[in-house]
């Protein structure tokens, strides 16, 4: 492939061809024209003329006062009394196009000098985004990866910030183009808050196609899909949602299930007053078929016992676990006196009777007892209780103390 010359030396041609014809057309000289032959032969062709000088390189558009540079893509600026900082520059001779060439740029700045965080950027809208464009070269989107970088080491005289900027060519021509890359912008701030702009000398690069050394190049198919993974917000706080609310729900239902399996405190009902219960247990025991079965001793028995367990409970020790002669020495000291003491003593020493001797009561003796221990529990119930629980369970008045051992005891 040819090489793209640019327009000075496209335009060299021309003005040779222009200047051959201005010659031929002028009057002949009355000297010999040097150069010519000695026999007045025709002068020396153009093509043995000397090639014309190579163009100058570009200069800057305009020079400010302070001795700053200013380009289409860059406008250095050095604030007065501040030194220009020193950069080092690298840039590759060959590239390829659509292939980025990176920009290697080492600025050596004072301690209290920073380098810009974001290194380099180009506004897609700004002259030096079109000057870059129009000398064929753009930069990739740094949000795609691909943006400038930087890296800043401390010495021992100030610091070292190597910048690196990515270009990627992109000759308008196939084939190979040689390109040049305008001056770029490298901004420091120093420690006073002035900003310091310098800009990095232009750069050639001789860009081949990719595909140059191939000789009959085909279309390469798209490459294979890469998974791409979309943030859905909707659905990200949908399952945040549902885990939470399932953990909630989970905690809940066990404080639930914990609080009613929880132990209850079930209240137990009052308990009975000692005379009450005396009272039914004797009227319980009246009502029974013990006496028709000939069962005396267990009758006479179940009566001892009713009257002894109701004498602790209503004096305060175990009526069942005493012996007659502890309950006797126990009811004695007992203030203000029980008032039926001697029957109570009566009664126990024939209980005991019954009980140790062998005895077998008769069906008297079994109604007698029964009678004697009603009597016991109506006159040692309390005074402020006795009238409203004087009378027994079924509502009849307690037995009258006349005829029987009942009334003989009865005080």
């Known amino acids: 492939m040819t090489p793209r010359r640019s327009p000075a030396r496209a335009a060299r041609p021309l003005a040779w061809a222009a200047l051959a014809a201005a010659l031929a057309c002028a009057p002949p000289a009355g000297a010999q024209q040097p150069g010519a032959g000695a026999g007045g032969g025709p002068a020396a062709r153009d093509d043995d003329a000397p090639p014309p000088p190579p163009p100058p390189a570009p200069a800057p558009a305009a020079t400010p006062r302070g001795g700053g540079s200013t380009w289409a893509s860059c406008a250095e600026h050095v604030p007065p009394g501040a030194t220009r900082p020193q950069i080092q520059e690298t840039f590759p001779r060959n590239g390829f196009s659509g292939y980025a060439a990176h920009l290697e740029v080492t600025v050596a700045h004072g301690k209290g000098e920073t380098v810009l965080p974001e290194g380099f950027k180009v506004q897609g809208d700004s002259d030096a985004a079109r000057a870059l464009e129009k000398a064929g070269f753009i930069l990739p989107e740094a949000d795609a990866g691909a943006g400038p970088t930087s890296e800043t080491t401390a010495t021992d005289t100030g610091a070292t ?32 808050g002035e900003l310091v702009t310098v800009c990095t000398r232009p750069h050639e690069i001789v860009v081949e196609d990719p595909i140059a050394n191939e000789r009959d190049p085909k279309v390469k198919p798209n490459p294979a899909p890469r998974p791409q ?35 209850r405190v079930v209240a137990a009902p009052p308990p009975k007053l000692p005379w009450v219960a005396a009272l039914e247990e004797l009227e319980e025991l009246r009502r029974s078929d013990l006496l028709s079965l000939g069962r005396t001793d267990e009758y006479f028995d179940r009566v001892s016992d009713c009257v002894r367990k109701y004498l602790g409970a209503r004096y305060g020790f175990d009526g069942l676990e005493t012996t007659s002669d502890e309950m006797r020495a126990l009811l004695a000291r007992v203030r203000p006196p029980v008032p039926v003491l001697p029957q109570i003593a009566k009664f126990l020493a024939d209980c005991d009777l019954v009980k140790f001797a062998r005895l077998q009561p008769t069906e008297a003796d079994c109604l007698d007892a029964i009678e004697r221990g009603e009597v016991i529990v109506h006159r040692t119930t309390p005074p402020a209780v006795r009238p409203g629980e004087a009378a027994g369970p079924s509502g009849k008045q307690p037995p009258p103390a006349t005829g029987g051992r009942a009334a003989e005891e009865a005080p």
């Open 229 to 263: 993974r979309e943030e859905w917000v909707l659905a990200k706080l949908l399952t945040f949602g549902i885990l939470i609310g399932a953990a909630l729900g989970v905690l809940v239902a066990w404080l639930v299930r914990r609080w009613l399996r929880r132990p």
């Open 161 to 192: 910030t190597k910048l690196v900027i990515p270009f990627v060519p992109l000759p308008k021509e196939p084939g190979r183009s040689v390109l040049q890359l305008p001056p770029v912008p490298i901004a420091v701030s120093r420690a006073s």
